[in-house]
Every structure is written in structure tokens, then in C-alpha cells.
């Protein structure tokens, strides 16, 4: 038996079908039970309703707990970074608090990676501090945002971040949500001894906050007649991969590496519901990382959850539902070839970079039945994007290699599978635009200025476009390993605005990276 149905350990064989909060029960003698069932989903657990004694528990509402690990989350990391890091930024004082209100907010000049992926997992914890205190998804995104205004205004002796008082809240609302589901399905209240410490630790690696008000609470320890899960057991599915990717840069470029890689992609819910009202009880989410040389070891995440949405179509094998989703998307790479000399018009030794963590929009899910035989199933996103940031060629600044902007994605995928999932083909392309707006002046003298440099700007003024596309093949080797086999492919293309390089005005730099991988999968 792998881990996690072991985990989950349903006390009955019974399937529900989920709208809102609300499920409605149906028994099966099927283990694979789902009346949406997509063929080449593989269900880890017959999916179980959640108890009205656990839903009244887990939706009890503690509002000065919740604020108190807010703010004590914050002290706790400031104590951190000026105690044992050092940190200049921790050295605050009544003055720097005075200095940061006078000032007001500016754009910051972090790594990407800590501005787009750590920053909204800070802002987990905030988030979390209110959902694992009873409040639901909306309330517990004042929690992230209480946080975050806290940590900027008071925190820090460097001026409050633009970027992380929109990246924080939203982003870390969508990450936790997705740690708090998954902390739900690893607990269960019934287990007792060296099982239960297990769930216990396993739920607080996964959910810091819910871990420790579950120490607060002595819920760690007490056993109790039902399984103390807010949602039950929803349809989940989870597949792991393993093996390795090969990078080459396009356009007769000297660059390429290859090494190990894996993933792990999760898809939580029911993708077509009837009707749904409650957050992210459909969500998807998929994470990449690699063992090559010269690149980051986390290369993508994305998180992809439903707010809302309705059944428009049930007809003739045709099922269509739209709605509302949140998106989380983050890209990273780093070079695989040595800076070039000479023109400044090459592109960027690195070919991409890219972060939304503040993204939402319109999205369609359909699934197509022609024969008995094979499926077809798809979707399509339109979302708007509050903040990016993008690798751009020309600015500068302490750690800062990308604009920040923002502007709209468009987001589709379609897949076929036999019935019997022996073959399984998917295709996705993802296309972002986004825009600076508050650019970098090229001619001013920025001699003048403190410390001579640029000073509360998004980077080059520019349009840029980032374009993914991957395509997966799987073929069925034995019960439910797989083989797989992928293609990716990066384009990013930067339009620069109001300045001249090498005698060019307005230069168009544009970048390729090719990826192939072959892996195992799992589906568990």
C-alpha cells in the first residue's frame, strides 16, 4: 500500500460528490469510484464526506489566538534576522518606523526568487494563522495582508515594499490554502501512537501554523470517535515523476546541460462540479525541480484554484463548467552558456525569469466523450495579472535582474486518453504580457541622487511577452508506472521603450530555451 491512501485510510469505501462545503454520499464497492472521473486520474482514496462534528470543530472562530501568532510570527523572524543573521535591515528603532511611514512605499530590489516565491510563502503562514483559527478563505486572506502591512511598516529598516504588500497576501493566500487542504488529509483523530505522531509531525512540516494551534489546543493528542478533517476526503490524484531533462538554447546558441529532474503534480477535487461556491475545493498543483548544473534547483511551481463556478453544459458525452480561478506561476532558469562579449543586443545569459504571484481570472474546464473508448478533456484561462516580475537584459540594481509590470495571461491544455489509460497524450501553452510602466530613465543623471542610483522604479520601461509550451506522451508499463516523455519550450521577448543600445532605439531582444525530458511516473 503506498503512503498516502495510508494516510487517508477512509473509515468506509464511499465516494461523494462535493458542491460547496456541502457532499453528498454514495457507496461503491469501487475504489475508483468518481461520477467525474477523468481517464487518466487516478483517485488515491475513495473520496469521504467530512463530518458535521468536524466541521463545527475546525470552523470555530479564535480571533485573538489567530492575530497574537500573526504578530508573534513577525517578532519571532525579526528576532531572527537581527540576532542571529545580522541582518542591516533588522536594526530598527523608533526612528526607522517614523522614516518608513514618512516615506511611503517603493519598489525593492530582492532576488526574484525571494520577492516571487518566498515572500508569498511568509505569507502562508499569515494566512494560515487565520484558517487554522476557524476563519474561512476570505477572512483569512486579512490575516495575510495584516501581516505583511505589519512586517513592512514596522519590521525593516529599509522602506515598505510595493512588490510585497501585493505579492505577500495574494500569493500566500493561494499557497496556503493549498498546505492547509493537504494538512487535512494527513490528520486523522481516531489514530493513536506511533501513527498518530507521524500524522501529527507530517501535518506540521506541511502547515507550521495549524501544527502548532494543534498543540495549543492539545488536538495533537486527543483521540476523538471522527477523523477531525474540516473537508473529508475529496477526490485527489497525485502523480510523481523521476528522471532527467536535457536544456539547449535556440538560434545556434553554444548552450546546453542535462541532469536529473522530478516533479510532482496534485490535483485536488472535482474539476467538474455542478455548482461551487467555496474556494479552492478544486485546485491543481505542480512543482519542478532539477539537479543541473548552473540552475536553480526549484525550476517551476504552479498553483492553479477555483473560487467559483457552474456547470453550463451536460450533454452527448459534452461537459463544460466555468468559473473563477486564482493562479500562482513562477519560472525559473540561469545560464547555460558564459556571458557573450561585445553587443549589448545579445540576449541575456539567462534566458527567462518569471513570477505572477497576484493573478486571477475567467476559466473554462470541458471534458468530450466521442466513443466509450477515449476521452478528450481541456481548459481555458483568461486571467488579469496585478504584479509580475520578468527577466529583462539591461537593469541593474543589487539583485535585481527583472521588471516588475503587470498586464493579462492566457493559459489553454487539452488531453486524450484511451479508456483503459494504456496511452495518454497532454498539450499546454501558457502566453503572458506584461508591461512597466514606471521604467528606469536611461539619460537622467542618477549621480545626483542618494547613493547614485535609480530610485523607486519597476525597471526598463518595456513590453514583454513569455511564452510556455509543453507537450507530455505517457505509456502504461506496468499497473500504474509510466512512461514519460516531454517537450518544453521558452520564449520570452522584451520590447524596450524610450532608449538606444548600440546605436539602436527601441532594441527587440528575444530569447529560446528548449527543454526534452524523459521520466518515470507514478500515479498513486
Partial sequence: MSLLPALLHPAAACAAEWSGDAAEVVCSDSAQFLPQAVPYRHIVAPPVAPDSADIALCRKKTFWRAAAETVGFNIGLWAFDRYVLKGHYAYISWNTIKENFRHGFEWDNDHLHTNMFDHPNNGSIFFNAGRSNGFNFWQSGLFAIGGSAMWEMFMEREYPSTNDIIATPIGGAAIGEVLYRTSDLILDDRSTGGARLGR???????????????????????????????????????????????????????????????????????????????????????????????????????????????????????????????????????????????????????????????????????????????????????????????????????????????????????????????????????????????????????????????????GDTSRSIFNHFKATASWRMWKRLYLTAGFDMYIRKTYYDSFSVADVFNPIIESKQLGFHLMLTYKI
Avoid at 252 to 270: K, V
Avoid at 324 to 340: A, G, K, L, N, V
Avoid at 421 to 440: E, I, M, P, Q
Fill in 200 to 458: 501529527e509531525v507530517a501535518a506540521f512540516v506541511v502547515d507550521p501554523m495549524r501544527g502548532l494551534n494543534r498543540i495549543f489546543t492539545g488536538a495533537a493528542w486527543r483521540k476523538r470517535a471522527t477523523s477531525g478533517r474540516n473537508f473529508g476526503i475529496p477526490p485527489i490524484s497525485v502523480e510523481v515523476s523521476l528522471g532527467a531533462r536535457y536544456l539547449t538554447l535556440w538560434d545556434n546558441d553554444d548552450g546546453r546541460a542535462a541532469g536529473a529532474a522530478a516533479e510532482i503534480d496534485i490535483e485536488y477535487g472535482d474539476r467538474y462540479a455542478d455548482v461551487s461556491m467555496t474556494p479552492y475545493d478544486y485546485f491543481t498543483f505542480l512543482i519542478e525541480v532539477q539537479g543541473i548544473k548552473s540552475q536553480p534547483v526549484l525550476s517551476r511551481a504552479e498553483i492553479t484554484g477555483r473560487l467559483m463556478s457552474k456547470e453550463v453544459a451536460d450533454f452527448k458525452g459534452l461537459k463544460v463548467n466555468v468559473g473563477m480561478y486564482q493562479h500562482f506561476d513562477f519560472f525559473d532558469s540561469d545560464t547555460i552558456r558564459p556571458e557573450r562579449g561585445g553587443s549589448n543586443l545579445f540576449p541575456c545569459a539567462v534566458p527567462y525569469k518569471l513570477g505572477t504571484p497576484a493573478s486571477a481570472g475567467a476559466g473554462a474546464m470541458l471534458r468530450f466523450t466521442p466513443t466509450k473508448r477515449m476521452s478528450l478533456d481541456g481548459y481555458l484561462h483568461a486571467n488579469g495579472i496585478i504584479l509580475a516580475g520578468i527577466l529583462t537584459d539591461f537593469y541593474r540594481d543589487y539583485h535585481r535582474n527583472y521588471n516588475w509590470g503587470s498586464g493579462f495571461s492566457i493559459k489553454a491544455g487539452i488531453g486524450w486518453a484511451l479508456a483503459d489509460d494504456k496511452v495518454s497524450v497532454r498539450v499546454a501553452n501558457r502566453h503572458y504580457r506584461l508591461y512597466t510602466w514606471n521604467g528606469y530613465d536611461h539619460d537622467f543623471d542618477w549621480s545626483t541622487t542618494p547613493d547614485g542610483k535609480p530610485v523607486d522604479v519597476q
